[in-house]
């Protein structure tokens, strides 16, 4: 079994749903557990972990707060010595459809998901460096992945979230802080009524968390995107397919383009790119400067 004895992990927005499955899990692998939610359930979690004869505290508070993150960071690293762990777990949803939805929920949900995650990354970030060692978990989703009608709020959230895992897994890596993203589904509070009992009940949040621990153990990957849902684990990628290259004038550039579109799109012999620069050194060598 691995185990995660000895070291600390931060949950936000734990206190119900996948969160609280996460914390859990961590405690009973031996993990100390920062519980973060809004309210009075973290606490009942901590109460859960305790009970189980694992160690825990609570800290009630926005991961849009800076302040209280940054209190909530320091607390537990004077507590415990060190932060290993950190999932960036709070979210919630404002569903509407892109004609009906106001900038302010957009904005709301930009702020909670992606500047939340922000906030407690970079409260941990130096700790991490510091002690050479760090695990560190975006939650991403389908809907950012691939899109989904009426989340264009939550989708632009989530995706962004991805872009932040790739860059900050890149920056990370000399100081071993690997950065991940997790996709789920699973039935939490904000999926209520929006599916049938039967389906809920086979995407139960402890369905999804087991994929935490892969993402946190001391062999994780780095910047790798794990689905989960239903007792089934997948992995997304954001390929490069080969494309084309047009070597004749500009002005005749977009029309041959248009024609052999079908091309640039096929998928066959496509690249995962480690890093940006990989399309810009793709591109030069169709165009004979690659090296």
């Not at 777990?89 to 459809?97: F, H, Q, T």
Request: proline share 3%.
């Amino acid at each position: 079994m691995i185990r995660l004895d000895g070291q600390v992990a931060i949950v936000t927005g734990a206190g119900g749903g996948l969160g609280r499955c996460h914390a859990l899990l961590l405690a009973r692998r031996g993990a100390k557990v920062v519980v973060n939610d809004m309210g009075a359930a973290a606490e009942a979690v901590v109460a859960e972990i305790m009970a189980e004869g694992g160690e825990a505290v609570a800290a009630i508070g926005s991961v849009t707060d800076e302040a209280f993150v940054a209190g909530m960071v320091k607390s537990a690293h004077d507590q415990w010595g060190r932060i290993d762990i950190l999932i960036n777990n709070a979210g919630i949803l404002r569903d509407k459809s892109f004609a009906k939805m106001e900038l302010d929920d957009f904005r709301l949900i930009l702020d909670v998901h992606v500047m939340g995650s922000v906030i407690c990354t970079k409260a941990v970030w130096d700790i991490m460096r510091a002690q050479n060692y760090g695990r560190i978990v975006m939650t991403t989703s389908s809907s950012g992945l691939y899109g989904n009608f009426g989340q264009a709020n939550y989708s632009a959230a989530k995706m962004a979230l991805v872009g932040l895992m790739q860059t900050l897994g890149l920056e990370g890596e000399k100081y071993n802080v690997r950065v991940n993203s997790l996709a789920p589904t699973a039935a939490t509070q904000m999926l209520q009524g929006l599916l049938p009992e039967e389906v809920l009940a086979q995407i139960k949040p402890e369905y999804v968390s087991p994929a935490i621990i892969p993402l946190v153990m001391a062999d994780a990957p780095n910047r790798t995107i794990v689905c989960a849902g239903a007792r089934s684990f997948e992995s997304a990628q954001i390929t490069l397919t080969q494309g084309i290259h047009i070597g004749t004038g500009v002005d005749a550039i977009p029309d041959i383009l248009v024609e052999r579109f079908d091309e640039v799109v096929d998928p066959t012999n496509a690249l995962t790119p480690q890093q940006g620069f990989e399309q810009s050194r793709l591109e030069l060598g169709k165009s004979g400067f690659g090296g």
